[in-house]
């Protein structure tokens, strides 16, 4: 690695790290200006009740000096406290768990997303302006413009309430795959696009003309230089998509169930559970800048001639 390309990872961790301090500093303060708080919707808690569960959690304290000890905490040893709705459990034990199910439910849906964006794209582009292309695009454009959650709720509709032919819970054998096709069609349409408007580039150019003058063959020109250099774009697509999959999962595990950190934290919203909201939201930027920084680091290994500054 050389010394411009060691400055600009230096400078990128750099901002990472400050992107978390100011998410964990706005979800923090943002969190208890909203009015209530976690321990309101107790069943006929008392004053003297909830006095005593806010000095048991530290919450008697003023606010900026319940900033510092939770800053404190996360920095010296990656503690985010209890859970207030789950008494008796740690928050960095039920992300773990959540964690668990959605990084493998992601990265099956982003290997099912790379694998057919890039087969989609490429047949797409060697099948310019006809039928085979027009329909690609149709579909792929009406997944790009369809939310997750409405795509999710028809899968659900139709092959778990109507056919029958999937479980409609996610905790249950076979009823992850309802989410991981909710969680892949989005990628799975933007990589189609995007490799096929990076093949068609590729096609135009002058060495592909030249091969194709020397008479080398149509699979080596497409196989062997065209979805070669195609796929630069996609790899750099790679590591967002992933973090996209992982923080997507949020509605998606609510909507089938799914025991994954995305339900885990709607769950806390509603239940106003303070340090499990904190504590999702520190992980999942962690997982968004770490994957943006890896896809651009990535993306110099894969293209020497790209410079990072």
């Known amino acids: 690695m050389d010394s411009g390309t060691l400055a600009y990872v230096l400078k990128r961790i750099g901002l990472a790290v400050l992107t978390v301090f100011v998410v964990i500093t706005i979800t923090f303060f943002v969190m208890h200006a909203v009015p209530g708080g976690p321990f309101l919707g107790e069943k006929a808690i008392s004053q003297t009740a909830l006095e005593a569960l806010e000095a048991k959690y530290g919450m008697d304290k003023p606010l900026f000096s319940q900033y510092l000890t939770y800053l404190k905490d996360v920095v010296t040893d990656f503690d985010f406290g209890p859970s207030l709705k789950q008494r008796g459990r740690d928050v960095m034990d039920l992300i773990l768990e959540g964690l668990r199910v959605s990084v493998r439910m992601g990265l099956i849906a982003a290997a099912v ?3 057919a964006g890039v087969v989609l794209g490429a047949v797409a582009a060697l099948r310019r302006n006809r039928f ?6 149709v579909i792929t454009t009406a997944f790009v413009s369809m939310p997750s959650f409405i795509m999710g709720t028809l899968l659900l509709l139709l092959f778990a309430v109507k056919w029958m032919l ?9 009823g992850r795959i309802l989410p991981i096709i909710t969680l892949a069609l989005y990628p799975t ?3 189609t696009r995007l490799t096929r408007s990076s093949m068609l ?3 135009g150019q002058d060495y592909i003309r030249t091969a194709r003058a020397k008479g ?7 196989f062997g230089h065209a979805l ?3 796929l630069a774009p996609v790899i750099t697509y790679i590591g967002p998509m992933i973090a996209y999959i992982v923080t997507g999962s949020l509605v998606v595990e609510k909507i089938f169930a799914v025991p994954g950190i995305g339900r885990a934290f709607v769950s806390s919203i509603t239940d106003r559970d303070y340090p499990m909201i ?3 939201t520190i992980v999942l930027s962690v997982l968004i800048v770490t994957m943006n920084l890896l896809s651009d680091i990535l993306y110099k290994v894969v293209d020497p001639r790209i410079r990072l500054e």
Do not use: F
């Open 132 to 137: 085979a292309d027009k329909l690609i695009m």
């Open 216 to 222: 080398v063959s149509s699979g080596k020109i497409i």
């Open 228 to 230: 070669k250099n195609a």
């Open 113 to 115: 997303a790379v694998v």
């Open 201 to 203: 580039d590729v096609l």
């Open 278 to 280: 904190m504590g999702t």
């Open 189 to 191: 349409a933007y990589i």
């Open 166 to 174: 999937v479980p409609a819970n996610g905790a249950m054998a076979g």
